[in-house]
T-cell receptor, first 113, second 115 residues
């Protein structure tokens, strides 16, 4: 079985500052990794995913994430955040043989002007 | 392209009452999922359909929860009777095909409060 731990429940940052949201996973098999964003009163939207290939994955809205197999991590980064990035961010994992997603607890990103 | 539709958006009921949620996936999407998202937690998969067949319902509390997807299009999730711990947001998602790594598209959710 897989599990996901998002190390920070809340991350406050100032506008235009860089941000990193941390995600670690546990699995006995090879996995696919995802980051989803949930804006207030909306459903989840895919930011980016890692399936194979380059360990640095670029997504929408200027976000990127790096897959580190040895550290079982998939941290999300953005070099300069905007007020509009205020949202809840979820890291998720699935094993390569199944479609089922296992989500972390979420990280609430708050941008201060 | 229209997104995943869910109704109602909000529902308040008393414990031991029944409730039903409806989901209409993106047109042509064969796979449909229901998730439960309790406050402060990530979504947890309740049930996955492929067309009108169940692929995974291992985490569905079958003594009180049921779901169906007649004709392989829209779906209904029912809780009968509801408990206080069922208070959560119920998310419906769909994907165009079956397979690991495929993007899931989420609806806005139904927020259920059980009093």
């Amino acid at each position: 079985a897989q599990s996901v731990t998002q190390l920070d429940s809340q991350v406050p940052v100032f506008e235009e500052a860089p941000v990193e949201l941390r995600c670690n996973y546990s699995s006995s098999v090879s996995v696919y990794l995802f980051w989803y964003v949930q804006y207030p009163n909306q459903g989840l939207q895919l930011l980016l995913k890692y399936l194979s290939g380059s360990t640095l994955v670029k997504g929408i809205n200027g976000f990127e994430a790096e897959f580190n197999k040895s550290q079982t991590s998939f941290h999300l980064r953005k070099p300069s955040v905007h007020i509009s990035d205020t949202a809840e961010y979820f890291c998720a994992v699935s094993n390569q043989g199944a479609q089922k997603l296992v989500f972390g607890q979420g990280t609430r990103l708050t941008i201060n002007p | 392209e229209a997104g995943v539709a869910q109704s109602p958006r909000y529902k308040i009921i008393e414990k031991r009452q029944s409730v039903a949620f409806w989901c209409n996936p993106i047109s042509g999407h064969a796979t449909l999922y229901w998730y439960q998202q309790i406050l402060g937690q990530g979504p947890k998969l309740l049930i996955q359909f492929q067309n009108n067949g169940v692929v995974d319902d291992s985490q569905l509390p079958k003594d009180r929860f049921s779901a169906e997807r007649l004709k392989g299009v829209d779906s209904t999730l029912k809780i009968q009777p509801a408990k206080l711990e069922d208070s959560a947001v119920y998310l419906c998602a769909s994907s165009p095909q079956r397979g690991a790594g495929v993007e899931q598209f989420f609806g806005p959710g139904t927020r259920l409060t059980v009093l």
